[in-house]
């Protein structure tokens, strides 16, 4: 024990070395950089549009609309149906909602890859569990449950009602006279509406590696969204009878390939998986909802455990930690560090604390995979080096168990990616392992403008766009609404408090604007929008936290969270995001809205 610090930096002590484990973080990120960066991807265009196949909707033919709404939601996922609910609630009869889907569900209609599951545990994640009375069958829920329970929302909210599916925005222009909006999209409609919610999602457009010959291969291929189960066979349970003859490829190991890599391992007849950098995968411990636990649930018990988990994530302010499952425990482990109060730390002590308790973590990972897989070589392999939050974190009770089949093999390209692809399969190292079926599981396009990832431009007021608004970054007040641009609001990761439940930011949002446009109704106003002052007020609160988690993530090996290297990025995924945290954030918005008085907001 160090005289001044109440916590131990002694390896003998710890049981791992902390300076050893900065320097191995450091070789391994070193080796990843790439100096394209986010140009190492393609997008799904051109010959390579056919991985953007719906495979789950029959193709609909309709007439362009020109009809009005009163609210068009742009997105039929958990945030636009969470839009949808909380504007149901205070009275809004006349919604539309449009998706390029064939129905709701958003992530949950288009990633139907066996084994598709929620890692965060179901009884947080799933929205409005006590406004439809329902308790999720198991602790992480399956993509069946999380589809239905969409539509069992939308069924809820009567929001079938004026829907517009496989229905893709190509603009929304405000018409300052009428005072509406005009949405055109692919089906040449021009439909109008007096307010609109942008719930596009952050990651729906897949992207693909820019390997040297994607194009040229011969065989089977498509994306993990756009599963094809006509040519795999099975369902996301599994039982992929098709691929029993079947030489399979995956590209990618990240938090999806982590879930369908077991059920390919049981179903192909040899499964190859190209992996560029292990993810950590910890262990699931999933169950089935036990009824006694069920039974005693008292009503509002879900929006107690929602926020008790967002505010054990944000730092141990719950005194009790509900959920207690692998995304708390590294929060658990700083406890376990530290003799005394947290609190009474430096911040500088903080901030090695928290590391070493991600190392820590971090070294019980590694040392699962050593246990369960048999291969020593192999397990080394699997061995995550990096910070746990540089990548999502994954859990799994069958992954790193299914490289103990000896039909499955680690293709390890020690950071490197793979070299290129042929007509018959993949290159690695001067290999070329021959497959029937290419799956790429890459990943969705992030870190581009937010107008390039939804699709779609917004001209506002006075000819003003939102991809030249937002070009050198967000600007919104309470990541909710935004200057020039009247009766529009955008939920999601949009300068708002980030919390890994992405459901409860998309409804503290949704709530939010429910609150606005029924104040707005009662005060007898058409129109409303930020002022330019309280738009500048809300950038210069985000600003002020300066860079301190991007800080952090420039140390971590590649990915989407940190721009792939650390390089600055004003559209990066956490790019600009309110840096107090979510428990501050929604407490910003609580007390603004006991204010009464809609500071910030022009209405008239
Ligand atoms: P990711 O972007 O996380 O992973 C893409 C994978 O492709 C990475 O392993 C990446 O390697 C690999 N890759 C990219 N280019 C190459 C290349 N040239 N050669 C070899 N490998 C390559 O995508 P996912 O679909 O896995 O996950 C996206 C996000 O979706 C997650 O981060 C998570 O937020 C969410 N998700 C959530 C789930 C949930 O339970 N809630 C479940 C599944 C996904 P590298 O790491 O080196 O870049």
Redesign the pocket.
């Known amino acids: 024990m160090t005289a001044t610090k109440p916590y131990s930096t002694d390896p003998s002590e710890l049981g791992f070395d902390p300076e050893a484990l900065r320097q191995k973080y450091a070789f391994e990120r070193d080796r ?1 950089i790439r100096k394209e960066g986010f140009g ?2 393609r997008d799904a265009k051109g010959k390579l549009e056919d991985y953007m196949i719906d495979h789950y909707a029959k193709p609909i033919e309709r007439e362009p609309l020109t009809d009005e709404v009163e609210f068009a939601i742009i997105g039929g996922g958990y945030g636009g149906l969470l839009a949808g609910a909380r504007l149901r609630e205070v009275g809004v009869e006349s919604i539309r909602v449009i998706d390029r889907a064939g129905d709701f569900g958003g992530t949950w209609y288009w ?1 139907r890859y066996p084994g ?5 545990e179901a009884y947080v994640y799933m929205p409005l569990l006590d406004e439809l009375n329902y308790v999720p069958t198991e602790r992480y829920a399956h993509a069946p449950e999380l589809l239905e329970h969409s539509i069992n929302i939308a069924k809820h909210y009567d929001l079938y009602r004026d829907t517009c599916f496989q229905t893709e925005v190509t603009e929304i222009e405000w018409d300052d006279n009428s005072k509406r909006w005009i949405i055109h999209t692919n089906r040449g409609d021009a439909m109008k509406a007096q307010y609109i919610a942008m719930a596009n999602g952050p ?1 729906t457009r897949p992207k693909l ?1 820019g ?1 040297p010959g994607i194009e040229k291969f011969k065989g089977h291929t498509f994306h ?2 756009r599963w094809d189960y006509d040519y795999t066979g099975g369902s996301p349970d599994g039982g992929m009878d098709k691929l029993n003859d079947k030489r399979v490829g995956i ?9 369908c890599i077991p059920h390919l391992g049981e179903d192909a007849k040899h499964l190859y998986v ?4 292990p ?1 950590s995968v910890d262990a699931r411990h999933n169950a089935p909802t036990d009824p006694e636990w069920k039974a005693k649930l008292k009503p509002g018990w879900h929006k107690r455990r929602v926020v008790n988990f967002n505010e054990t994530l944000g730092g141990g302010y719950a005194d009790d930690d509900m959920v207690g499952d692998g995304w708390t425990d590294i929060f658990r482990n700083v406890g376990g560090i530290v003799t005394g109060n947290v609190d009474e730390l430096t911040e500088e002590q903080k901030d090695e604390v928290f590391e070493l308790a991600d190392f820590k973590k971090m070294q019980e990972i590694r040392d699962r995979a050593e246990t369960i897989v048999e291969d020593k070589e192999t397990a080394d392999k699997l061995k995550a080096y990096y910070r746990q939050f540089c ?2 974190p994954c859990f799994h009770d069958e992954y790193l168990q299914t490289y103990n089949r000896p039909s499955v093999t680690l293709v390890d ?1 020690e ?1 490197q ?2 070299d290129e692809i042929t007509e018959k399969g993949v290159v690695v190292q001067g290999v070329e392992y021959e497959v029937d079926c290419l799956i790429f ?4 396009e992030v870190g581009t403008s937010y107008t390039r990832q939804s699709g779609y431009d917004l001209i506002g007021k006075n000819g003003t766009r939102l991809s030249e608004k937002w070009a050198d970054g967000l600007r919104t007040h309470h990541g909710l609404t935004t200057h020039d641009f009247p009766n529009c609001f955008v939920l999601g990761f949009t300068q708002t408090g980030v919390t890994p439940n992405a459901t409860h930011m998309l409804d503290e949002q949704a709530s939010q604007m429910a609150y606005i446009v029924s104040e707005a109704r009662k005060r007898g106003a058409q129109v409303v929008e930020a002022t330019q002052e309280a738009e500048d007020e809300w950038c210069a609160t985000c600003d002020s936290y300066g860079d301190k988690t991007e800080r952090m993530l420039a140390q971590c ?4 969270y940190n721009n792939e290297g650390g390089k600055a990025n004003k559209n990066g995924f956490i790019s600009g995001q309110y840096g107090g945290g979510a428990v501050k954030f929604f407490q910003i918005l609580k007390e603004w809205r006991e204010a009464g008085n809609l500071q910030g907001l022009d209405i008239s």
Do not use: E, H, W
Request: proline content about 5%; hydrophobic content about 25%; aromatic content about 10%.
């Open positions: 990843r190492q991807y990633n598709a599951q929620c890692d965060i990651l590696p390997i993990t969204s590209i990618g190991t990240g938090a999806t390939a982590i879930q190209f992996q560029r950098t993810s990548k999502r390209t950071g990616g793979v599981s890459t990943g969705f090996t590649p990915g989407y």
